[in-house]
């Protein structure tokens, strides 16, 4: 693919949503992580304004690209795919798009790898944004509210749901 048609949330981050304005983004491609993130639009912490309950659908969709907070699971999750389990040496923060680019591209593609969550939680999502019930605790939810949204399971991943204690 050329450089040119790759976009990734970098520098002006401000410059950077704007230019979903300028450009027709056809398919936003990602995954779901550990605490149903996607684009590590993690559920928000529980301070502040958030302490007792989460912010709305409404008020988590306004979130734009941003250089972000990871969750500490997201952290762990990282360490486990990405970084030989050293989790000392992952990011803290990323700079991500947010609800509002993703709510402008024509199409979100999820890929389930079944690395990168578990079962329960691959189905969880998946009921939630069948049955449009978006909640910012489970942000990938949230897709329920775009016009199209694909899941492309890898049939081993998806694995069962049981309970395991090792």
């Not at 639009?41 to 008020?59: L, V």
């Not at 990405?82 to 947010?98: E, I, L, M, R």
């Not at 890929?111 to 578990?118: E, I, R, V």
Request: charged share 20%; glycine share 10%; net charge positive.
């Amino acid at each position: 693919m050329p450089a040119s048609q790759l976009h990734f949330p970098t520098g002006d981050l401000e410059a950077y949503s704007r230019s979903f304005d300028e450009i027709r983004c056809a398919i936003m491609q990602g995954g779901q992580g550990e605490v149903k993130h996607w684009a590590f639009n993690d559920p928000p912490r529980r301070r502040g304004k958030y302490m007792d309950s989460p912010p709305t659908p409404g008020e988590y969709r306004k979130l734009k690209a941003r250089v972000t907070d990871l969750h500490p699971m997201t952290v762990i999750q990282n360490a486990r795919t990405s970084g030989g389990g050293y989790v000392a040496g992952v990011p803290t923060q990323a700079a991500t798009v947010g609800p509002v680019e993703t709510w402008k591209a024509e199409r979100v593609s999820i890929w389930q790898a079944g690395k990168h969550d578990n079962p329960f939680g691959m189905r969880l999502t998946a009921l939630m944004i069948s049955k449009r019930l978006a909640d910012s605790s489970v942000p990938m939810s949230l897709l329920a509210d775009h016009r199209d949204v694909h899941f492309h399971y890898y049939r081993h991943g998806i694995g069962t749901v049981a309970a395991e204690m090792h």
